[in-house]
């Protein structure tokens, strides 16, 4: 299957260039002028990764990688024209996967953006996400905290899916709305809080001081990376 790639960058003659040496290495190649743009063409189409610029003259980079880890974890490889190191660890606490300065060798592009493709084949094909002695089967669906299987919800488990999808990100709660669309709510309770809540009860050794599912306040929840 041809693998797509969104192309956001605003230099026409390199996004072109780019876009011809990808498309002869078997890449589909969509290219956006704007961080804007690029961002709405992601919510509509699938990618496979994204090669993105750092500056643009909508929005930086960095901007436009936050809003994408906020609802995707598409692989990112970020471009930059400028060579200071701060930008590429901002770039990559901002969620992208690898860092490429210009200009660059085009094969150099290609190995890069084929090494973090290989690496999100991989993570896709791990079904069971484990934090210390909690571990959540989303194939089979459950979860288990010390080998003892916990019960929640349809919407509870795809709620705390996304969160450790996410670990380690701050995710509103219109976020998480977002990243759960399509699962069927109870009838009786709409409230993120309350399911969180009651996650909790399932996954914290003590539910009032909760280690795993965090509270950023103003902001949302996190979950934790660092567990047990």
């Known amino acids: ?23 002869q290495a078997g890449f589909r190649v969509t290219i956006a002028a704007t961080g804007r743009s690029g961002l709405a063409l992601h919510a509509r189409e699938p990618f496979d990764a994204l090669v993105l610029d750092l500056m643009l003259p909508d929005m930086d980079g960095l901007a436009v990688c ?3 880890r906020a609802k995707s974890s ?17 770039g990559l ?7 490429l300065p210009k200009p660059f060798e085009p094969r150099e592009l290609l190995a890069r953006l084929k090494a973090i493709l290989r690496r999100g084949q991989s993570a896709t094909a791990t079904h069971v996400l484990r934090f210390g002695q909690l571990e959540i089967d989303t194939d089979a669906r459950n979860v288990r905290l ?38 069927p709510l109870e009838a009786f309770d709409r409230s993120i809080d ?4 009651r996650i909790r009860a399932a996954i914290e050794d ?23």
Not at 159 to 182: I, P, S
Not at 194 to 197: E, F, K, L, M, T
């Open 1 to 23: 299957m041809t693998q797509r790639v969104l192309l956001i960058e605003d230099d026409p003659r390199l996004a072109e260039m780019v876009s011809e040496y990808l498309g």
């Open 66 to 68: 936050r809003e994408l």
């Open 74 to 90: 598409t692989p990112v490889l970020m471009l930059t024209a400028r060579g200071d190191g701060a930008d590429r660890i901002l």
């Open 93 to 99: 606490e901002m969620g992208a996967d690898d860092y």
């Open 146 to 183: 010390d080998g003892a299987e916990r019960t929640l919800t349809g919407y509870q488990f795809a709620l705390l899916t996304a969160l450790a999808r996410n670990a380690g990100r701050v995710l509103t709660r219109e976020t998480l709305m977002d990243l759960v669309k399509g699962e």
């Open 194 to 197: 309350v399911h969180i809540s």
């Open 206 to 228: 003590d539910p009032k001081k909760p280690r795993r599912i965090v509270t950023v306040r103003g902001a949302g929840y996190v979950f934790a990376k660092a567990q047990d």
